[in-house]
């Protein structure tokens, strides 16, 4: 069973910063890419960040690049996402996920695996 677990979320004013964690468990950590996805009201389910299985590829969305920075440590079995420079438009329930064997990288939904439950991140002005 593979389950993740993401946490760092909370309540930040715009301009401040925050660091989600998602642990894994239930599959070989270190074989697979992973993603952040985040879900704002209302809207669809959007890609934010991918790294390949080593930590050595990343890739961001438009929105996000040069203020997010993904990194994960498969000693631990976790992936993280460091926010910076948040932003109001920022707020959404945000998701880590597992990616699939034979792909170096997802940048959709439908190329990940598991999902964790999610954990809301609010930027207020």
């Known amino acids: 069973q593979v389950q993740l677990v993401e946490s760092g979320g909370g309540l930040v004013q715009a301009g401040g910063s925050l660091r989600l964690s998602c642990a894994a468990s239930?599959?070989?950590?270190?074989?697979?890419?992973m993603g952040w996805f985040r879900q704002a009201p209302g809207k669809e389910r959007e890609f934010v960040a991918a790294?390949?299985?080593?930590?050595?590829?990343?890739y961001y969305a438009d929105s996000v690049k040069g203020r997010f920075t993904c990194a994960r440590d498969n000693a631990k079995n976790t992936v993280y996402l460091q926010m910076n420079s948040l932003k109001p438009e920022d707020t959404a329930v945000y998701y880590c996920a597992t990616g699939r064997l034979g792909r170096v990288l997802g940048y959709r939904a439908s190329e990940y695996d598991y999902w964790g439950q999610g954990t809301q991140v609010t930027v207020s002005s």
């Open positions: 239930g599959r070989t950590f270190s074989s697979y890419y």
């Open positions: 790294i390949t299985w080593s930590g050595g590829s990343t």
